[in-house]
């Protein structure tokens, strides 16, 4: 009768880690794209290479500073620190 529960517990446990794992796995695809990046961060890095300083101009035109990081195939100004190109 014992070994009979403990199966029990270990079969229901390994049930609920399964569904856990599961819901988390779906939660994780199904999270959002990043956005497109802005024209004013493409058009900042023309001619440029990763890991160059350049100036972003912003929506509100004002200028930040900004490096050139690749994201996907495209160069693309990033503002905030970062390690590397």
């Known amino acids: ?3 009979q529960t403990l199966r029990h517990r270990l079969l229901c ?3 609920v880690t399964a569904a856990l794992w599961m819901a988390t796995a779906q939660a994780y695809a199904a999270s959002p794209a ?5 024209k ?3 058009e900042a890095c023309q001619g440029k290479k990763a890991g160059d300083a350049v100036q972003l101009k912003l929506d ?3 200028t930040a500073k900004a490096t050139c990081r690749l994201v996907g195939k495209q160069l693309v100004a990033k503002r905030g ?3 590397g190109p």
């Not at 990043?34 to 802005?38: R, V």
Request: hydrophobic share 35%; glycine share 4%.
């Open 1 to 3: 009768m014992r070994t």
């Open 13 to 15: 446990s390994t049930a």
């Open 34 to 38: 990043q956005p497109a990046p802005d």
């Open 40 to 42: 004013q961060a493409i």
């Open 60 to 62: 509100n035109g004002k």
């Open 81 to 83: 620190a970062s390690i």
